[in-house]
């Protein structure tokens, strides 16, 4: 439920705020059955600094009208406090229940996508947008008529949002929870991530098995591989800024799309550099989700904006820092990385924290209910609520 309520995709239908009303009535049905309730000072300390720091800038910003998004995002981090104590209560790991429920769907969504593209008459139409193979699968009606087949995208709202999350369980199982890797392990992944025919998920799949080889190789010492990896996500941002058009020119010949004619990737682009571009207009405490200046600096350098007033920023860390303003961001990504330091065994924890932040650089979905699962859930040093 924490997943659909996170990426499924009704969010695309407008029911994400019911989703979340849901969850936190099964959350307090939850706390009924559970002697008392177990907080960390972590989980604590980390939910409320970002709760005060959320508040703050929409006082600061004074326009309620931008801010309903705000307020959702508050109530999913109540809702993470409760649901964390009652999964440490019970003495289960969110974390590796989470990658139990992604694998299986993963095994179940590799069927669908060859029957789906086998079957294609059997395809029902739900909405607008979406077609469902026997309400096991759903997929977007513009990426059928676009590329003439269906992307494997589970039951969430866009393959590159599956994508991520087959990404996140990765790192979750085989950096976080250092869990032994087997090859029918790793081949379960890859056809995953390669049915999505997502090219940011592919790409971040690709580098995250390079990095595992070398890791477990021990070709390279811990400084070597975080230099590595931060010497790439640099050298890419670079690129982003000072070479926008070779890093386009070099997309279009990898991966054989052309930005020009395809709005998933031009948008991207455009998210990254422009979007940043934005941000720096409001750098303390951001615009909120009034998208209007962004929108602005595309329609005058493109000719191009968004279609939708409210229509986000698809670069998760980007949005954040537009939104909520860049020390919002920078205590988010630190807390990323305590939360990732007091879960991982015998894996480098900046490594991980970048790898697990590159996930969000193309999937608007840092801030959503199963990220702060991930990055909140902590086992250590309780404080008992009777």
Avoid at 31 to 39: D, N, Q
Avoid at 65 to 86: A, C, D, Q, R
Avoid at 152 to 166: M, T
Avoid at 356 to 367: D, F, I, K
Wanted: glycine share 6%; charged share 15%; net charge positive.
């Amino acid at each position: 439920m924490t997943l659909f309520a996170s990426a499924g995709f009704p969010r695309e239908l407008g029911f994400s705020d019911l989703l979340l009303v849901v969850v936190f009535l099964l959350v307090l049905i939850g706390i009924c059955f559970i002697p008392k309730l177990s907080f960390t000072t972590f989980n604590l300390i980390s939910c409320f600094t970002l709760v005060f720091l959320l508040s703050l800038g929409i006082i600061e910003r004074g326009n309620l009208t931008y801010e309903i998004s705000t307020f959702n995002i508050i109530g999913k981090l109540l809702v993470t406090l409760l649901l964390t104590s009652i999964y440490r209560v019970r003495k289960k790991d969110f974390r590796i229940f989470s990658i139990k429920i992604i694998e299986w769907m993963m095994i179940l969504s590799i069927i669908t996508f060859a029957l789906s593209n086998i079957l294609r008459p059997f395809l029902i139409q739900i909405s607008e947008n979406f077609v469902t193979f026997f309400g096991l699968a759903v997929f977007r009606i513009d990426h059928i008529l676009k590329y003439g087949f269906c992307r494997n995208q589970s039951i969430f709202w866009e393959p590159s949002v599956f994508g991520l999350l087959i990404n996140a369980s990765f790192i979750l199982k085989y950096f976080v929870l250092d869990k032994p890797c087997t090859k029918k392990g790793k081949l379960l992944y890859a056809l995953s991530i390669i049915s999505t025919f997502s090219m940011g998920q592919m790409i971040l799949f690709s580098l995250i098995l390079v990095l595992d080889f070398i890791q477990g190789k021990k070709f390279f010492n811990r400084l070597t591989l975080k230099s590595i990896a931060g010497i790439g996500i640099i050298f890419v941002v670079l690129l982003s800024f000072f070479a926008r058009s070779l890093l386009i020119q070099s997309a279009n010949v990898v991966f054989q799309r052309d930005t020009e004619k395809d709005s998933s990737l031009f948008s991207r682009t455009a998210d990254l550099y422009f979007g940043f571009r934005a941000s720096i207009k409001a750098p303390l405490f951001g615009h909120g989700s009034n998208y209007d200046d962004y929108r602005k600096l595309t329609k005058l350098e493109l000719g191009w904006e968004k279609y939708d007033k409210t229509d986000g920023i698809s670069n998760a860390i980007i949005d954040i820092a537009y939104r909520y303003g860049f020390f919002l961001l920078i205590i988010y990504v630190v807390i990323i990385y305590m939360g990732m330091f007091r879960s991982s065994r015998q894996r480098d924890t900046i490594l991980v924290t970048i790898l697990y932040c590159g996930l969000y650089m193309v999937s608007p979905v840092l801030l959503s209910l199963f990220a702060f699962m991930i990055i909140l859930f902590d086992t250590k040093d309780r404080v008992y609520l009777q």
